[in-house]
Every structure is written in C-alpha cells, then in structure tokens.
C-alpha cells in the first residue's frame, strides 16, 4: 500500500503571475480585488508568495467570465482604480 496521493486528486498551485496574465491584469489589480472582496483570498502562502488552488482560480474566473463582474480593462493590463463592480 502507497502513503502517496493518487495524482488524480493533487490540485496543482497558481500564483499571482500566471493569475495576473491569464486574466490580463496587474499584480496590484488583483491584491485591489482580493482586498475588496471580489476575488477568493489566497489558499496558501509559500515563501512569500500566494498561491490558489487550479480549482478556486477556475472557479474564479468562470464567475469573472460569467459576468459576475465587469472588467474594464486599460492598455498592459492596468487596473481601474476600484475593483471590478458586480454586474
């Protein structure tokens, strides 16, 4: 018998990086969300940096994309100054 997890059930980490530029945002856009509200806080903390779980990011953004949110999106990805307002 194996002490290890079966590879089916391992929830791979996200960080801020690969959230940030697959939603076309910046870093201080998504501490704004996740400050107000708007966006799940972080799952875990490794060495300094958040980190969700690929099912809480998924979940996320299907309700971004769903248009639970508005995003007003600026040239490189800047962030309104408030975060994105329910729709």
């Known amino acids: 018998m194996s002490d290890s ?3 089916s059930t391992v ?3 996200m ?3 690969a959230i940030t530029a697959d939603l076309g945002i910046t870093d201080r856009c998504l501490r704004e969300w996740v ?3 708007k966006f799940a806080r972080p799952d875990t903390n490794i060495g300094g940096r958040n980190a969700w779980l690929s099912s809480t990011y998924k979940r996320e953004k299907a ?3 769903a248009g639970r949110f508005r ?3 600026r040239p490189l990805g800047g962030c309104r100054s ?3 307002e329910a729709a």
């Open 63 to 65: 309700a971004i994309m």
């Open 82 to 84: 408030n975060p994105p």
């Open 5 to 7: 997890i079966p590879s």
């Open 71 to 73: 995003q007003a999106r």
């Open 35 to 37: 400050s107000a509200g």
């Open 15 to 17: 960080y801020t990086a």
């Open 11 to 13: 929830d791979p980490l």
